[in-house]
């Protein structure tokens, strides 16, 4: 059917007049993406008919045309990603920087896997360290406190300081090294602290109405560890009663088997009936000691500082 544009009466496909109004009638346009029709009647043409079989209007075939191409849409431009910012979690590499020509000393961040990472040069006398510097290797460090220690160049030679800070600053130990009650030693993730059980009984004196406090016997131990998850607070207690103990991972009386940075056989804790002793056994990361007091350093000394180990080089 054909609608008049006129009336809008309905007319047969093959009227050439509107029944309704005597105007002229045209079939519509077939849609682009249909068959070829008759151009009088609409009706649909098979590919080389020369005549309509409806209405026997001759057929002028045209050359068809190229069909469109499809339309594609441009892709937005990706965005260009923006730069890592080296962060202590660590995957990203990090190229050391050198010191600026003249420094008196350079402070070398140690990886993970023993290479060295960002470097800060330290210029002649003192130094300060801590979460409030202006080197990114300090400031991003959560376990750092704004000022941690010092470090105070003199000639061959660093003096190390701690300055009050929460978690402490440690140096590795290169010899047999005496502990005296409260000192803590480090070891892979581990922090440890060394009490003598003489020095503990002491500490638990009778309260201020002359009433003793009770516990379980100390029986022949001689020390403890505990393993310390707070500053206050221990997660494990290691008693110490053999001469020498042996600590790592897989090896020893003390194990700590999901630390991967302790050694199978790391270090050994002793005494020789008047004093104490920690023993590095040639471990991998080597074992630390928390200062108490002021400490000389050498070049090639390793300290331990917030979350990671650094290396001393004294020289520019």
């Known amino acids: 059917m054909i609608t008049c544009s006129k009336c809008g009466r309905e007319n047969e496909a093959s009227f050439k007049f509107c029944l309704g109004c005597g105007g002229p009638v045209t079939a519509p346009a077939a849609p682009k993406s249909a ?92 130094n300060i360290v801590g979460r409030k510097s202006e080197h990114a290797v300090f400031s991003r460090d959560e376990f750092l406190s704004p000022e941690h220690a010092s470090l105070e160049v003199n000639g061959k030679t660093v003096t190390v300081k701690d300055l009050g800070s929460l978690n402490g600053t440690y140096y590795r130990i290169a010899e047999v090294t005496e502990l005296k009650t409260g000192d803590h030693v480090r070891m892979g993730l581990e ?47 290691f008693l110490l009663r053999s001469t020498e103990h042996f ?32 023993e590095d056994l040639k471990s991998s990361n080597g074992t630390f000691v928390r200062l108490t007091a002021s400490r000389e350093l050498g070049h090639g000394a390793l300290i331990f500082i917030g979350s990671q180990p650094f290396r001393l080089s004294i020289g520019g």
Do not use: N
């Not at 069909?67 to 990090?94: L, Q, R």
């Not at 920087?97 to 990472?117: H, I, R």
């Not at 020893?252 to 804790?269: E, N, P």
């Open 247 to 278: 600590l790592g991972r897989e090896k020893g009386d003390i194990l700590f088997g999901d630390d991967r940075y302790v050694s199978g056989r790391h270090a050994r804790i002793f005494t020789d009936g008047s004093a104490f002793f920690v």
């Open 35 to 126: 068959a070829p029709a008759c151009p009088q009647c609409a009706t649909p043409i098979t590919p080389g008919q020369k005549f309509c079989g409806s209405c026997g209007c001759k057929i002028e075939l045209a050359a068809a045309a190229p069909a469109p191409a499809p339309k594609v849409e441009a892709k937005p431009e990706p965005k260009p990603e923006p730069k890592p910012v080296p962060h202590k979690t660590e995957a990203t590499a990090v190229k050391p920087a050198a010191a600026p020509a003249g420094a008196a000393a350079t402070l070398t961040m140690v990886k993970p896997d023993g290479s060295p990472g960002e470097s800060v040069a330290l210029a002649s006398g003192k």
């Open 191 to 237: 922090v440890l602290r060394f009490q003598a059980l003489a020095a503990a009984a002491a500490i638990a004196a009778p309260a201020k109405d002359g009433t003793v406090a009770i516990g379980s016997p100390a029986g022949d131990a001689w020390g403890r560890l505990e393993r310390v998850s707070a500053p206050d607070e221990a997660s494990f207690t």
